[in-house]
């Protein structure tokens, strides 16, 4: 199946670099210096290249400098960058954000912060935020981890998605998968408490990792039937809504007979 879609970790073509040597830190999730990461670094993404139309570019041009930014070393103040303060929810891998600019329509309410590699999907979402006047939407261009260790402070996020992540599905890979162990457990310090943590992946063998890995994370308490709560007890009280819209690449798994797992935990109050 193809899996270039809009849910976009599973961006593909070149292959990534060797993983760094350096080690992980002890403190749980906070990084000091520069040349220190949570765990030794791995690309848990695929970089992909493509050209933007000329009428893409042209978005880009008026709107990126507005709502988008590459990623870096340095803290975000999200309510200063939004001109407002409200709650945070970080989607990583929002690839041409068709479910992203649909969430940020249907709350309102929340700062929903895209993170991306792929700068053609990026295009087509600056051009439907500046299409449609979305205001509630802001762009980062990099590596998710990056931003979680470097940028987002703790206890700050209201939730985070992670929608069809990578599954790198040959077994010397797996160590290039997102969510390891310490991902898990550096989303969970930057969640506030009774933050939600939302994931779904249409790959067989990497719901099973995600499952068992999400269990082990003690800040984390199952919302949903798959993770071991009820959703009905919570879909009403949780802080940002559990329905996804289906995107392309969805519509492909379901036609591919792929079954969708999804995962939603709170972070323990």
């Known amino acids: ?6 849910a976009a970790n599973h961006t593909a073509e070149s292959v990534p670099g060797p993983p760094s040597t350096t080690p992980a830190p002890a403190d749980g999730g906070s990084r000091k210096g520069s040349g220190s990461r949570l765990y030794p670094r791995v690309t848990s993404f695929r970089s ?10 042209q978005s880009w041009d008026r709107t990126w400098p507005h709502i988008g930014r590459d990623v870096a070393d340095e803290p975000l103040d999200a309510a200063a960058w ?24 249907a709350e309102p309410h929340l700062n929903l912060l895209g993170i991306e590699v792929y700068q053609p999907g990026l295009a087509q979402l600056v051009q439907r935020i500046e299409r449609e006047h979305i205001d509630n939407i802001r762009l980062l261009r990099g590596d998710a981890v ?44 930057r969640l506030r408490p009774g933050g939600v943590l939302h994931v779904a992946t249409d790959h067989a063998d990497y719901a099973e990792f995600i499952a068992e890995v999400g269990a082990a994370e003690p800040q984390l308490v199952g919302l949903n039937e798959t993770t071991g709560g009820v959703s009905a007890e919570h879909r009403d009280s949780a802080p940002i809504g559990f329905e996804r819209p289906v995107t392309k690449f969805e519509g492909k798994a379901h036609r591919a007979g792929s079954v969708i797992n999804e995962f939603i935990w709170g972070k323990i109050e």
């Open 1 to 6: 199946m193809d899996r270039v879609n809009d």
């Open 48 to 57: 992909r290249r493509g050209a933007l139309t000329a009428t893409q570019q």
């Open 82 to 105: 939004f001109g407002r303060d409200a709650p945070l929810v970080i989607e990583i891998g929002c690839g041409t954000g068709t479910a992203t600019a649909a969430m940020a329509q």
């Open 146 to 189: 990056d931003v979680l260790e470097n940028m987002i402070a703790e206890q700050s996020l209201t939730g985070v998605r992670v929608f069809f992540p990578d599954p790198w599905p040959k077994a010397r890979h797996h160590k290039r998968r997102l969510l390891q162990p310490a991902t898990f457990a550096l989303i969970a310090h």
